[in-house]
């Protein structure tokens, strides 16, 4: 699955020569959200010239895009294991014979996307230009500034054929791409051009190579990644170098942990570099052992990385994973860089899409399903910040028939059927489901339930703390898809429930949210009005009949966090508005996802169809934080009066 | 003091006709501030109808415009103190020889004004056109609405002279002045006129009179206000009569608790009204006790009121309050319609501009200081709502050397000086002035230290709670002028520190504000090191030097409320950049409240000139509010390193 040859985009380097240009365009920080980090609205060159000043040694790494729709899905899975290690950034490459521009799941534009859109990291976009109109770069760009793509890695790329030749007025080289960049988008982007410190295979001479990285830095690029290279001195004779003809800008080295023998065989074909005797030397006797060979790349990697953080040249390290994580990880680890941070800015995770910069609400109802919501509000011109109040109207993009890859689910279907069950002969084997899903158990069948269509992750630690509440009462067909308990004031670095910078306070009011059956909602009714004003609900079915205590139009706060020196944030809200929205998309879940497993017209698809057209969805909130949450005791009491009806409660015979 | 006279306004009455007209323009709630009642949106007529339709009970009062700027100090106290009882409105009548709609602080216009922009109060603003352009009157409407100012009382005036002709298209009778506000500004204001149960007595009759009334009405009135009257009978045939010819709005009692045997007269005289018989047999023989007869009016009209109460045609009841308390607040409480609601909807004074209805977050720092606070932001387009820091870069009106009425002291200048000192010897006697204030004791002299400069009202109760720790850090120049405590989540009906609706919990991060000399902050910036980062600090001098650890945009929240189904409240903020605008104020005040009191030259001038010159104005807070306030402590600490400096701490002799 993993390609070698798609790794090519940055070994094949166009000519080119430098000077850091560009000036930090910080906004105001007096209408930002207040508990964010500066590095959400800080460009990527202000970002690593801060870490840089700072002394704080940083990482990148590089990805290519996967053939396959799986492997989309899978490659976004390692985004986010890797993005946990804390990466300044992480780039794509460009696969021209991949359709790259193109809104293919698989596509190196829309893999960039992801990246930044749903997973929240720092991306940098490749480019080639060769054979390649302006008009058709200009439309690569517009297209990637639209997503939300901020940087772009400016390469020339592969000439097709031996006989290429430079055309006039063309995109020649790297350089060219650099200016026409700058010409059409001004400081739009931060560009970052490639650096080859053994010289490039075709240039004349080392000289005259880094006489055109020159040329591309002066044109306005705002820092280098350098082609990989096997000895530390290679690459800090190239930066000394470099700096002797006036490239002041930042010079990442791109560091390359052997993993294989085949995999470094055709790398030195590919990219003509000479692969130096010690380490042959070692490799060759090991060539078929391939957890050897790893186990070398690692301590020759981690070695030669030390060497370069040492010499007080390098800030960080730019890694090409090979979309592999073992090896970078491991290297990582040892030399101290990978630092899983369990703080989050805000409850859920962090777009890192510019225009989203200063969002800070979201309703509650997608928690589980965040990138159907991001999915949803991409054409928003504004996001809500400080209060969902302001973001008057929330118009989500309509469910269509098909998702995209990000909203389908990660299983294949033939693992759905393994977990949700092969056939269904009744309510309660859904029920079951639930139940199994909830206690990470094994189903009937042996197979252990890891999703629902209303939640692709198993469940948050902080759901296990309500785990044998939640098995009791989708036993019984409560059939919980949200849920959250009461916080009254935890610490803001609280490793399960903690969120927002330290020394803060984090709150929640309890919140429960399950399909149950029209009987259970009309018993459910009588039992809420002892609850009033306590609890707050929503009780919708599929056509929209709508049953509420709450106001119409203003939503409830349900996460909030007070910091030092901040205004409150209130991060999370049930908003009876945006239900209405949610409603549609988790009743459809039950046919998209789970009906049309089954053949039309089978038991199995009439019993979900069933729950579909009759089940209610139903969201409670318990606004008195300070006390235990009384939503168990609703439930309790729902079943005590369907258990015990009035008209046919024991008669107290003494009476 | 009180005049009579000026009631005629309302007695004397243009003929006219009827019927409700006006569309109710109700706001999304969508972009409301989450925790004000619906009634800081709604219009009068709307309020009214609700409060009709849910079977409520209310009252409403008029006051006429003083003679003197000390009388309109005295007049805003008063709406303050019968605001407390909840009346729906009030009303201002209109004094055409006291240049009604100027900018005197003693004009109908800016008694209105300041009873809805600094009381909160909805007001009715009554104006005559008898006489006047239609200029004119488009003039004052404008101005009115500027202002803040949404309902107005249309009436004809007193012609002047007996000589008096209708004008050819001028402003002949109050239909013509509806119909020219509803013509020059549509709906925007709700329009009330006057009916006289017993027909006007300029009218040739009754039924005649009561044409002219739906005349009234139907050209865009939106109900009616009463003359006086004796009987309650007079009043129901009156509705009864108004019905029978399509009159369909509210009308609402004039009541007129007598109060005086000289007043009575006067009123019968200028209204041409008959007082009953019944009413003169017990009146005439104790007309030279005042007592007597007030509590005969007492009694007269409670007993009128419950029986239009009962008739089930009284909605409210309008009092002719003649600028008095005593008897209409003790008629409303015999009726059981004076309520005094503790509850607040925020923690500060609502303004009841329509600019200002979403406002819902101001700076800490004019706490004490409202009224200046709404002056110079007056001006401002939009208010915060949310958030302080959407409001990005607060403009404050300028400081002017003179000040409005509503921002001088309510003392004079020998209550002052017998206040704060007539002789001030060093800076320790104004610090006695301070712990004098803070224990509401008499100072040295023997006098009540009633108020301050930056405090015109005695102190909070909740600042009570901390009472023995500000009068120890004041006694040693530590001179408080704003402080909160710490709250960890009371109920919202604490009556001490409660405020929004009830159900919620409030907030609040412990706040002290003082003034101090440069040797103290100098130790004090020493101390404050330890308790990094739990409390922020704001330090500054007249000149503006500026010392802090917060960062310089972003606001604090040291007052917040959760409440059932709502977003989080936070409507008090240490806001750094009015804090700026704060400081001028905060010094300014030195000087043009105290030093001014002083001879030129003189030693108690020089001393507090030297204050204002070289002290510091410090803000402290401490983030950690569900620990005891430190704050104390951060003072008691500098106390001991002033009073041990390192240099000086006794050496332990066994070293």
């Known amino acids: 699955m993993v390609s070698f040859g798609r790794v090519e985009a940055i070994f094949i380097i166009s000519p080119g020569t430098s000077n850091s240009g560009g000036e930090s365009s910080k906004e105001s920080s007096r209408s930002s959200t207040p508990v964010l980090a500066a590095d959400r609205t800080e460009r990527l060159r202000d970002k690593m010239r801060r870490r840089t000043e700072s002394g704080d040694h940083w990482f990148s790494l590089e990805f290519f895009p996967p053939r396959t729709a799986s492997g989309a899905v899978n490659l976004v899975s390692r985004f986010d294991r890797m993005g946990s290690g804390g990466p300044l950034f992480i780039d794509i490459t460009w696969h021209p014979a991949g359709d790259p521009g193109s809104d293919k799941e698989t596509s190196s534009m ?31 760009l517009s297209k990637a ?37 700058r010409c059409e988008f001004d400081d739009y982007f931060d560009i970052c051009v490639a650096g080859y410190p053994t010289g490039h295979p075709e240039a004349d001479s080392y000289d005259e190579d880094l006489r055109h990285l020159k040329e591309k830095v002066d044109a306005g690029a705002d820092f280098i990644i350098t082609q990989l290279f096997f000895r530390a001195d290679t690459f800090l004779k190239f930066v000394r170098d470099c700096r002797a003809i006036g490239i002041t800008c930042p010079i990442l080295p791109g560091i390359f942990p052997i993993q294989g023998y085949q995999s470094l065989r ?26 050897a060979i790893r186990n070398y790349g690692i301590e020759q990697t981690v070695g030669m990385c030390r ?16 979309n592999r994580e073992v090896a970078t990880m491991e290297v990582l680890r040892q030399l101290g860089l990978w630092i899983e941070d369990p703080r989050r ?62 909203l389908k689910s990660k299983s294949s279907k033939d693992a759905l059927l393994k977990m949700w069950g092969e056939e269904l002969t009744s309510e309660q084997s859904v029920y079951k489901v639930f139940t199994s899903y909830i206690k990470a158990q094994p189903n009937c069948a042996g197979h252990k339930v890891m999703c629902l269509p209303w939640n692709d992750e198993p469940l948050a630690p902080e759901t296990n703390l309500m785990m044998d509440e939640l098995d009791k009462v989708n036993r019984r067909g409560v059939l919980t898809i949200n849920s959250q308990p009461t916080i009254n004031g935890k610490p803001s670095d609280d490793p399960i429930v903690g969120w927002g910078p330290p020394g803060g306070y984090v709150f929640q009011k309890a919140y429960l949210e399950f399909f149950t059956s029209s009987e259970n909602v009309t018993v459910l009714l009588k039992v809420l009005k002892k609850y009033e004003p306590r609890v707050n609900y929503h009780i919708v079915n599929v056509h929209g009949q709508n049953t509420t205590n709450a106001h119409d139009m203003q939503p409830n706060a349900v996460t909030w966090g007070i910091f030092p020196g901040r205004e409150i944030v209130q991060p999370t809200v049930v908003d009876p508005v945006s239900f209405m929205y949610w409603k549609d998309e988790a009743f459809a879940l039950w046919i998209e996802q789970w009906a049309k497993l089954y053949e039309d017209e089978s038991p199995s698809r009439m019993i979900i169809k069933y729950i579909h057209d009759n089940y209610f969805l139903v969201n409670l909130v318990d606004n008195d934080f300070p006390l235990d949450n009384c939503l168990w005791q609703v439930i309790d009491d729902m079943f005590e009066l369907l258990d015990n009806p009035p008209d046919e409660q024991p008669t107290d015979p003494a009476k």
């Not at 639209?146 to 290429?164: C, E, F, Q, S, T």
């Not at 390098?314 to 090979?322: D, I, N």
């Open 266 to 291: 055709q790398l030195v074909k590919l990219s003509k570099l000479e692969v130096p005797e010690e380490i042959m030397r070692v490799i060759e006797p090991i060539k078929d052992n391939d957890a």
């Open 110 to 140: 829309m893999i960039a996307s992801t990246a930044v859109n749903y997973c929240g990291l720092e991306s940098i976009l490749h480019l080639t230009c060769c054979n390649q109109t302006k008009e058709k770069i200009t439309g690569y």
């Open 345 to 406: 800015p805000l409850p859920w995770a962090v777009s890192a899409h510019p225009k989203r910069k200063v969002e800070d609400v979201r309703p509650i109802f997608w928690a589980s399903r965040p990138k159907s919501y991001i999915y949803r509000t991409q054409d928003w011109d504004d996001f809500p910040n400080g209060r969902w109040g302001n973001s008057s109207s929330p118009a989500f993009g309509e469910l269509n028939d098909y998702y995209l890859f990000y």
């Open 145 to 181: 500034k639209h997503l939300g793509l901020k940087n772009i890695m400016a390469l020339r790329g592969d000439p097709v054929g031996a006989d290429w030749e430079e055309e006039e007025g063309g995109f020649n080289y790297a350089t060219d791409l650099v200016k026409h960049i």
């Open 307 to 322: 060497v370069l953080l040492e010499s007080g040249n390098v800030p960080g390290l730019h890694f090409y994973t090979l």
